[in-house]
């Protein structure tokens, strides 16, 4: 899955209210994960519309949970997520026939898939990736963006990376790597052609929830139980610098594009166990603003383009959605 005033004002002025349309609801129960347009509820896809609609859903097969979704190009998604406690999978939706067109005969893990990513490495070549919650991730590199057909992918071909000792909560990659951030309070940064392991990250002191590549792929920033969100040298394991105080456990992270948040240095979304959304400058490791508050739920944040950035809560029945505005 894979994406950049002063602070008494910010947090007096910026705090989001309810949309004026409902908020999204899946066929099937809470808001797990959410991808633009698209948002899971426990076992299928849901499209909605601006008005928060459902217009149409699709079932995963073996998926009792959808928990995790990447855009591989404007006509197909990936999903992954499976039966908790005994299976996990992947799929591969097209948007236009809405239909899974990609899937592996058989289980790829142990547990559920609980994070994928996709990421383009030349013209029509890409990697996916995907972690779980039995331990491992799998890279799958060198795939043609043209054969996603069931009967073109090897799904055989996939390098298992093993190593941690708790459950894999999230997984990106950039050109060079391909990191893992785990129940174990770990990283590790893995190469990318190999499914080697580069180097381990120990640093945080709780869960790591969250660890993405900045767009430029020269830094790694991840988020955790410990409350810390922290920029790395993914080249050399080396910490930059470490942003505390933001509201509890880091839930989710990500990067927001410069034109979003209207700033020259680069700039993420941080949600928190207290329900806060909050912004953050990567490049001086400081709070920067307040953007959202929900009320006693955890936001999971969301990149529906490069021009709005959105928050949900997730695993609750109440599934709220806010759109933040940009600068």
Known sequence: MNVHITIAIAVACVLIAAPQSPPPKTASGPVTAMLGNYICGRDRICEINEQNVILRSIQIPRMERVFALARIDDDRIAAAGGIVGKSG????????????????????????????????????????????????????????????????????????????TGPVLTIDMNDAFVATGSHDRTIRVWNGATGALERTLTNHGGAVNAAVFSDDGTKLISGSDDGTVRVWDPANGRMIRIIRDLGGKIISLTIVPNAWSGAASAHALTGASDGTVNEIDLDEGVFYRKRVQFTGEWPYLVVPNLSVMGACNVGTDRGLYRVIPGH
């Open 89 to 164: 999978d992947v799929a591969i939706i097209d948007l236009k026939q809405w239909s899974v067109v990609s899937q592996p005969p058989a289980p790829l893990f142990k547990d559920a898939a609980v994070s994928i990513v996709y990421k383009k490495n030349a013209k029509t070549v890409g990697r996916l990736a995907a972690a779980s919650s039995d331990k491992t991730a799998l890279l799958f590199n060198n795939i043609a963006l043209n054969n996603f057909e069931s009967d073109k992918i090897n799904w055989d071909s996939g390098v298992r990376l093993e190593g941690h």
